[in-house]
């Protein structure tokens, strides 16, 4: 009891260093190293093999909502996170760990070196994991941006002229605090969306996701950013709620694991899955930039820790030939919970929920434009990405060019199709890193030398 005191306390003090004096402002650039590549591959191993060792642990949670479920045909979902939320949510983790505990101590005794007592011992240290990282960094986080730090910031910058000595721990503690957050809210989002792009200049990999990213868009606390609603994947900005900009970490980690560059093929083919490859993607990379946002880096191991495992659970599935995770749709959303969703359609309690189809790949795009070019027109770019769901940088690069090729070369039947699909054209723009990408490249086209 004593230890775990002491290192909550210590994780306490390096929070507030890193909110008050290590704030990711005015820092030196970053430029990649093999040992970011290598340290994030082992993190990901790690978190996913510890979320697999996990599952035993979930199951009483998960049965407990299924038979809810079941008896009243309704789906429990989370659609806002609050203080008074993660609390209770940490408090029924603790309950559940506490309980699974004693009856483990009971039946095989104290925690051993050896197997196969330290075995069976492994769901509790996965689950000590997920509380030590993922709650314990959502719980600051929401008790961070709870406090009115511009009042505070501009009280320090009012008594700092008559206080000497407040002035020098000003000036050498509490600068980059004072100047992030005497800035209004929306100023605050783009001081960090500036301050990560200029760190991230001497890094190609990062640099590149990030030129998808226009800005923040600040929406009502009633909108729950849940279940993929959390972008607008053409406009490329990334949907927060206002007082997330009490958090730059938060505004940081988000600005690079919400940005559009997913929905690029280059990155990742489409359609694709959430569960199962989009998130296992952008987990990776998170990992291997961990240098950018070490406290989203803590909340990210955790959330790796609690989910990972749905990805071998689908996996595991398809390749049983049952396949009951559904694509993410067209406009950039997802079914949460695939299980429950699938039995209740088994059962007949509830329709088909593709009333939103799948997003749509190059070849389907290039197809519906042809075929409502003689009503609509030639399409903008900005169209384009706003109807089907695609980064405008990609479309200027690639597709919007692929179209008016297809279209020039339209006046003999099946001509545009044969265009784009044997003509070898290459990916512009930016070159993707082979080892970065979450799936091959889109038929029909290979990537460039450049």
Not at 153 to 178: E, G, K, M, Q
Not at 342 to 370: F, H, M, N, P
Not at 371 to 394: D, H, Q
């Amino acid at each position: 009891m004593r230890l775990a005191a002491v290192v909550a306390f210590a994780a306490l003090v390096l929070d507030i260093a890193y909110y008050v004096a290590w704030l990711p402002f005015g820092q030196k650039q970053i430029r990649r190293i093999a040992l970011d590549r290598h340290m994030g591959t082992f993190l990901y191993a790690l978190t996913y093999a510890l979320s697999i060792l996990r599952s035993p642990l979930g199951l009483p949670s998960y049965t407990l909502k299924l038979a809810i479920f079941l008896a009243t045909h309704r789906n429990y979902q989370t659609t806002h996170n609050s203080v008074a939320r993660e609390l209770l949510h940490l408090l029924g983790d603790c309950l559940n760990l506490a309980v699974v505990t004693k009856l483990l101590f009971r039946a095989i005794g104290p925690p051993r070196v050896w197997p196969p007592t330290c075995l069976l011992y492994m769901p509790i240290y996965a689950e000590v994991s997920v509380l030590a990282t993922r709650r314990w960094q959502m719980l600051f986080s929401g008790f961070w941006q709870c406090i009115p730090h511009r009042s505070i910031a501009r009280s320090i910058n009012t008594w700092s002229v008559h206080w000497p000595i407040l002035f020098s721990i000003r000036r050498h503690v509490l600068d980059r605090y004072l100047a992030f957050y005497s800035l209004e809210d929306e100023e605050r989002a783009d001081y960090v969306l500036r301050a990560l792009k200029r760190r991230a200049r001497l890094d190609a990999s990062m640099s590149a996701r990030l030129a998808y990213v226009t800005g923040f868009k600040i929406v009502s606390e009633d909108r729950s950013l849940v279940g993929g609603d959390v972008r607008d994947v053409a406009g490329g900005r990334v949907l927060i709620h206002r007082r997330w900009t009490n958090d730059p970490w938060l505004l940081t980690g988000l600005a690079v694991r919400r940005g559009p560059w997913l929905f690029d093929p280059r990155y990742l083919r489409r359609p694709f899955y959430y569960r199962s490859q989009s998130n296992a993607l952008v987990t990776l990379f998170m990992l291997r930039s961990a240098r950018y946002y070490p406290p989203f880096t803590v909340y990210q191991l955790g959330h790796q820790v609690l989910l990972a495992r749905y990805d071998a659970f689908y996996r595991i599935l398809r390749r049983a030939g049952l396949n009951i995770e559904p694509w993410v749709c067209e406009d950039g959303s997802f079914e949460f919970d695939s299980m429950i969703a699938w039995i209740a359609r088994q059962l007949g309690w509830r329709k088909s929920t593709a009333t939103k189809r799948a997003l749509w790949s190059d070849e389907e795009v290039i197809a519906d434009v042809l075929e409502r070019l003689g009503e609509c027109g030639v399409p903008s770019a900005e169209s384009i990405a706003n109807r089907y769901t695609y980064p405008m940088k990609y479309v200027q690069e690639v597709l919007h060019p692929i179209l008016e090729g297809a279209i020039e070369l339209r006046p003999t039947e099946g001509a545009a199709y044969a265009s784009y699909d044997n003509t070898g054209l290459s990916y512009g723009g930016h070159p993707v890193d082979a080892q970065d990408r979450g799936a091959h490249p889109v038929p029909g086209h290979h990537r460039s030398g450049g």
